[in-house]
């Protein structure tokens, strides 16, 4: 238990340093660190594929992309920002925490679940047979982040 | 074969950005028109007799192997499909004149296809992460068609867009995760009937307050709206029409309905809490819009307006209520599209949308201004047109609920309605001409065309209510009344 908070906590900092962090390859690094972690937090709660595919597209693939990125745009990392994020965060996140503790305190062991199902097939059987449609969506979320790209660095025509 | 509806349009925009390459209007013209066109009439003829004997639910095979795709189409389904169907076919035409200077027309047309992928996929799925799937296809596809212009207000606009629809996404996946971990399933049956047997009013509450607050921002209800105003905006035209004619009724008010009415079943106090926030949006965005300058944030805040009374009318819960509602959700979607496109057309040929700066253009423009009228008085709630008849079915419900409070809300409020669409009229379309737009002209062909078939649509709603009210809103009604037996 303690374990797992600890590594919650590091996840949330780890995000949060992505966010706040004025250098771009800190920002990449800070959110590779995040879902490291997460990945990790995946394998505890014994979601294994959920934590290989997290470390591995997440925390590797897409790093090493953004790393490369930033490295082959030679621009200076550095972003004008405002200033307010660095304290409203903090007292925002505070607050936060506070609340939930109290919601979870009053919750945790009071809430009845029903069993869940039995696990039916291994999971490439789950993938492809019984959550198809599912496929069908990400297939079509993918598409349209492509399709966005394509539009928004699109080159400027004649006629525009 | 309904699955046509997601099917189609995904391969289409699948292969668009490359026909693009080849020829860079006529091709993408034509396929997505060809696209909408057809959803649409399949909708009106083949879709309808379908539904003869009830819900209809579809599993399909692949080489004799069964896939897990189940889709389910309901009264309510087939009418928000024939809805998304038509609204879009007059959008596509619209486009095919007014995107000519933005360029690129293949990525526009294959993104538009995308939201519509999105939002016909959301109406037919039958599982609450599928629910979230397909909402977050048609949002993508709209971040990106809000910043298509690329210019510096039209990125800030889909940059905040984008921050508070990702809020609302996490809001609804960690309700769905709460569900499943509550009941150990996703679809929507199974879930209700977990619901049931746990009978646990404290977490069903947080699942249905996350989902309220999720659903709530994709349908921009007060106090959830502040993307609205900047988003719908911001985008070309068309988007605009198809976000606040379209977008904002399927991922915020028929996801929204689906999951209060088929998972947890209508309370009383959630009946309560939908009405009240309907009311809000009524009177708040009302106000709002009577302040703005600009016509197409009149219109927005106007749209935020009008999905109060949708959700107002559903919230009731009763028969009357929910087919008032079902009603005014279709005439809104009709005329403000209709507005929408008029705004562009405005736009586009005095390249200003500051009211103050125009007048009179009702001379140059008569089309425009014609429809704009027939449109605005729709929404307003002036009979014979369709939006009087809906407000009136909404109204005469609250009286029959015994909510005499909120029926005056809403009769006070269908007149600042009138009163700030009489403001646009006013202020764009008559009076002086203005000289500096004495060489305008009326809009283009394909532009007009769409107006013109859309402002018919706002007076035969009206005329054949009765009809219209039988054929389409009473199956929808009586689907979402009854469940869909999943």
Same mark, same amino acid.
């Given at each position: 238990?303690?374990?797992?908070?600890?590594?919650?906590?590091?996840?949330?900092?780890?995000?949060?340093?992505?966010?706040?962090?004025?250098?771009? /390859?800190?920002?990449?690094?800070?959110?590779?660190?995040?879902?490291?972690?997460?990945?990790?937090?995946?394998?505890?709660?014994?979601?294994?594929?959920?934590?290989?595919?997290?470390?591995?597209?997440?925390?590797?693939?897409?790093?090493?992309?953004?790393?490369?990125?930033?490295?082959?745009?030679?621009?200076?990392?550095?972003?004008?920002?405002?200033?307010?994020?660095?304290?409203?965060?903090?007292?925002?996140?505070?607050?936060?925490?506070?609340?939930?503790?109290?919601?979870?305190?009053?919750?945790?062991?009071?809430?009845?679940?029903?069993?869940?199902?039995?696990?039916?097939?291994?999971? &490439?059987?789950?993938?492809?047979?019984?959550?198809?449609?599912?496929?069908?969506?990400?297939?079509?979320?993918?598409?349209?982040?492509?399709?966005?790209?394509?539009?928004?660095?699109?080159?400027?025509?004649?006629?525009? | 074969?309904?699955?046509?509806?997601?099917?189609?349009?995904?391969?289409?925009?699948?292969?668009?950005?490359?026909?693009?390459?080849?020829?860079?209007?006529?091709?993408?013209?034509?396929?997505?028109?060809?696209?909408?066109?057809?959803?649409?009439?399949?909708?009106?003829?083949?879709?309808?007799?379908?539904?003869?004997?009830?819900?209809?639910?579809?599993?399909?095979?692949? #080489?004799?192997?069964?896939?897990?795709?189940?889709?389910?189409?309901?009264?309510?389904?087939?009418?928000?499909?024939?809805?998304?169907?038509?609204?879009?076919?007059?959008?596509?035409?619209?486009?095919?004149?007014?995107?000519?200077?933005?360029?690129?027309?293949?990525?526009?047309?294959?993104?538009?296809?995308?939201?519509?992928?999105?939002?016909?996929?959301?109406?037919?799925?039958?599982?609450?992460?599928?629910?979230?799937?397909?909402?977050?296809?048609?949002?993508?596809?709209?971040?990106?068609?809000?910043?298509?212009?690329?210019?510096?207000?039209?990125?800030?606009?889909?940059?905040?867009?984008?921050?508070?629809?990702?809020?609302?996404?996490?809001?609804?996946?960690?309700?769905?995760?709460?569900?499943?971990?509550?009941?150990?399933?996703?679809?929507?049956?199974?879930? %209700?009937?977990?619901?049931?047997?746990?009978?646990?009013?404290?977490?069903? &509450?947080?699942?249905?307050?996350?989902?309220?607050?999720?659903?709530?921002?994709?349908?921009?209800?007060?106090?959830?709206?502040?993307?609205?105003?900047?988003?719908?905006?911001?985008?070309?035209?068309?988007?605009?029409?198809?976000?606040?004619?379209?977008? /904002?009724?399927?991922?915020?008010?028929?996801?929204?309905?689906?999951?209060?009415?088929?998972? #947890?079943?209508?309370?009383?106090?959630?009946?309560?809490?939908?009405?009240?926030?309907?009311?809000?949006?009524?009177?708040?965005?009302?106000?709002?819009?009577?302040?703005?300058?600009?016509?197409?944030?009149?219109?927005?805040?106007?749209?935020?307006?009008?999905?109060?009374?949708?959700?107002?009318?559903? %919230?009731?819960?009763?028969?009357?209520? /929910?087919?008032?509602?079902?009603?005014?959700?279709?005439?809104?979607?009709?005329?403000?599209?209709?507005?929408?496109?008029?705004?562009?057309?405005?736009?586009?040929?005095?390249?200003?949308?500051?009211?103050?700066?125009?007048?009179?253009?009702?001379?140059?423009?008569?089309?425009?201004?014609?429809?704009?009228?027939?449109?605005?008085?729709?929404?307003?709630?002036?009979?014979?047109?369709?939006?009087?008849?809906?407000?009136?079915?909404?109204?005469?419900?609250?009286?029959?609920?015994?909510?005499?409070?909120?029926?005056?809300?809403?009769?006070?409020?269908?007149?600042?309605?009138?009163?700030?669409?009489?403001?646009?009229?006013?202020?764009?379309?008559?009076?002086?001409?203005?000289?500096?737009?004495?060489?305008?002209?009326?809009?283009?062909?394909?532009?007009?065309?769409?107006?013109?078939?859309?402002?018919?649509?706002?007076?035969?709603?009206?005329?054949? #209510?009765?009809?219209?009210?039988?054929?389409?809103?009473?199956?929808?009604?009586?689907?979402?009344?009854?469940?869909?037996?999943?």
């Amino acid at each position: 238990m303690a374990l797992d908070i600890a590594l919650l906590v590091g996840l949330v900092l780890a995000a949060a340093l992505a966010i706040l962090a004025k250098d771009l /390859i800190k920002a990449a690094v800070a959110l590779a660190v995040s879902s490291l972690l997460l990945g990790i937090v995946f394998f505890r709660m014994s979601a294994p594929f959920a934590g290989v595919f997290e470390i591995s597209v997440v925390a590797g693939l897409i790093t090493v992309l953004f790393i490369l990125t930033i490295a082959l745009t030679k621009t200076d990392g550095e972003v004008q920002e405002s200033r307010t994020a660095l304290w409203i965060f903090p007292i925002f996140f505070i607050v936060f925490i506070a609340v939930d503790a109290l919601v979870m305190k009053g919750l945790t062991a009071k809430i009845a679940t029903l069993p869940a199902g039995p696990e039916s097939g291994a999971f &490439g059987d789950v993938l492809w047979k019984q959550r198809t449609f599912d496929l069908v969506g990400q297939l079509a979320v993918i598409l349209s982040g492509v399709f966005a790209v394509l539009a928004l660095f699109r080159k400027r025509d004649k006629d525009e | 074969m309904i699955f046509l509806y997601i099917g189609l349009p995904l391969i289409v925009a699948a292969v668009l950005p490359l026909v693009g390459k080849v020829s860079k209007k006529v091709l993408p013209d034509v396929l997505a028109n060809g696209v909408f066109l057809f959803l649409f009439a399949y909708a009106v003829t083949g879709a309808r007799p379908l539904l003869a004997g009830g819900a209809l639910r579809q599993t399909f095979t692949w #080489f004799g192997e069964p896939l897990g795709i189940q889709i389910a189409v309901d009264g309510f389904s087939l009418f928000l499909l024939t809805v998304i169907a038509l609204v879009s076919a007059c959008v596509g035409l619209y486009s095919i004149s007014y995107m000519e200077h933005y360029g690129s027309k293949a990525n526009y047309y294959a993104l538009l296809l995308m939201m519509i992928v999105g939002m016909n996929g959301l109406v037919l799925v039958t599982d609450l992460f599928q629910i979230y799937i397909f909402m977050e296809v048609a949002a993508v596809a709209s971040y990106a068609l809000v910043a298509f212009g690329r210019e510096h207000a039209e990125l800030e606009a889909a940059f905040k867009y984008l921050m508070l629809s990702v809020v609302a996404s996490a809001a609804v996946l960690l309700a769905i995760a709460l569900l499943f971990g509550l009941t150990g399933s996703l679809s929507f049956a199974a879930v %209700g009937e977990g619901l049931r047997r746990l009978d646990d009013k404290i977490a069903a &509450g947080i699942a249905s307050a996350l989902f309220l607050l999720g659903f709530g921002l994709k349908a921009a209800l007060v106090p959830f709206h502040a993307w609205l105003p900047d988003a719908h905006p911001s985008a070309p035209a068309p988007i605009s029409a198809i976000l606040s004619g379209l977008l /904002i009724k399927v991922s915020g008010v028929y996801a929204m309905t689906r999951v209060f009415f088929h998972v #947890f079943g209508l309370t009383p106090a959630l009946s309560e809490v939908l009405m009240w926030l309907g009311a809000v949006s009524i009177v708040v965005a009302a106000l709002l819009a009577l302040a703005q300058k600009d016509m197409k944030r009149m219109l927005a805040y106007s749209s935020i307006s009008q999905v109060g009374y949708v959700v107002l009318g559903l %919230g009731i819960g009763t028969p009357l209520g /929910i087919a008032g509602g079902l009603f005014h959700l279709l005439n809104h979607a009709v005329a403000k599209s209709l507005l929408f496109l008029n705004s562009g057309s405005v736009q586009q040929a005095t390249g200003t949308r500051d009211l103050d700066e125009m007048g009179g253009l009702a001379k140059r423009m008569p089309i425009t201004a014609t429809t704009n009228l027939i449109g605005s008085l729709s929404i307003s709630g002036v009979p014979p047109l369709g939006g009087f008849w809906s407000k009136l079915l909404i109204i005469m419900a609250l009286v029959q609920a015994r909510q005499p409070a909120l029926a005056v809300i809403a009769v006070l409020a269908s007149v600042l309605t009138l009163w700030y669409y009489l403001i646009i009229q006013r202020k764009a379309f008559f009076g002086k001409l203005n000289a500096r737009w004495a060489e305008v002209k009326e809009a283009p062909f394909w532009m007009s065309a769409a107006t013109v078939i859309l402002a018919v649509l706002c007076l035969a709603l009206g005329l054949f #209510f009765s009809s219209v009210v039988s054929t389409w809103i009473q199956p929808a009604a009586d689907g979402l009344a009854k469940g869909m037996g999943m």
